[in-house]
């Protein structure tokens, strides 16, 4: 169960934030992973601002606030080693919450809009190379403490590679969403839906987790089960993977997002054009999808290393 979010500020404030939250799901089609990292964002803030204040933010603070404040907000995440994406995202994340209030004609302020995001370090994704990712799916079942959830884990494993899903979208699906399907419906950020090729391996992977597990499971029922017999949570996969990091000595950048950039990367390399991997990953802008391009040139750039060493 999640830990409740609190606010430092008024029940004034805090009912404001509650029909922001219910406008991003209702009007945005914000998913449940999405307002609970928006939230923890705005709780960040007002925790912030209560002590900058030293007292609860009221409505009448809302209205007045400045710049320098905000800024104020943005240099504390710095001293505190919050890198720029999740500052960025922070800031982000009141800029709705500001607009959202401007545009309901609570408050008339809009001095946020003039403060600018920290720049983001172009990182490139971290994938695995193709022997590297299909060792890990190989061994990924013989780490756990029942066999079925061995076979279960390897599913999943399989899942996020085969069909490049996010975790929180292969841990959603349900009994049915796959049986006797060549294509996978997904339903990803902003409620966009996407259809993934299901290759045999990734069928033939669920196949057999369905048929070794111990709980009955019926059409709409959750597919992927703890060991409890509820829906999977995301920090069991996290802590399978933190465990197969160390056996096969693999870098710590090996997240179950890594399998989902190492699904875009090797198509890349096999000729697959930026346009269809970015309908299969489901990204809104082709900018995200052409990351990818910068991981195949790094590694090119790489392998060139490598030969110059071998010729010398």
């Known amino acids: 169960m999640k830990q409740e979010i609190k606010y430092a500020a008024t029940a004034e404030i805090v009912k404001l934030i509650s029909e922001w939250q219910a406008w991003l799901v209702g009007e945005r089609g914000y998913s449940a992973c999405t307002l609970d990292a928006y939230s923890r964002d705005l709780a960040a803030f007002f925790n912030f601002w209560h002590q900058y204040l030293g007292a609860l933010p009221q409505l009448d603070d809302l209205k007045q606030i400045d710049i320098r404040t905000f800024r104020a907000f943005l240099s504390a995440q710095n001293r505190h080693h919050l890198s720029k994406t999740s500052t960025a995202r922070r800031l982000s994340t009141l800029k709705s919450f500001f607009k959202w209030l401007n545009r309901c004609h ?130 069991i996969v996290q802590r399978t993977l933190e465990k197969l990091r160390l056996v096969l000595g693999l870098p710590n950048s090996l997240t179950p997002h890594a399998l989902r950039h190492s699904f875009a990367t090797h198509l890349l390399a096999e000729g697959t054009d930026l346009r269809s991997i970015q309908e299969l990953l489901g990204h809104a802008s082709l900018s995200t999808t052409q990351r990818y391009t910068n991981v195949e040139i790094e590694h090119l750039k790489q392998e060139y290393k490598k030969a110059c060493l071998l010729d010398g």
């Not at 408050?107 to 994704?125: E, G, M, R, W, Y």
């Not at 399907?181 to 196949?207: H, M, S, T, Y």
């Open 106 to 235: 609570i408050i008339n302020n809009t001095s946020i809009t003039v403060v600018s995001a920290p720049k983001k370090d172009k990182l490139l994704p971290k994938a695995l190379d193709v022997d590297q990712t299909l060792n890990l799916l190989e061994v990924a079942g013989d780490f756990a403490k029942e066999k079925w959830q061995g076979i279960r884990d390897v599913a999943i494993l399989t899942i996020l590679y085969g069909c490049g899903l996010r975790i929180s979208e292969a841990l959603s699906l349900n009994v049915g969403d796959i049986d006797h399907n060549d294509f996978l419906r997904i339903c990803g950020k902003g409620n966009k839906e996407r259809l993934v090729p299901l290759l045999p391996a990734v069928k033939e992977k669920i196949a057999a987790y369905q048929q070794a597990c111990p709980y009955q499971q019926k059409q709409g029922d959750a597919l992927f089960l703890g060991a409890r017999g509820e829906r999977i949570s995301p920090r």
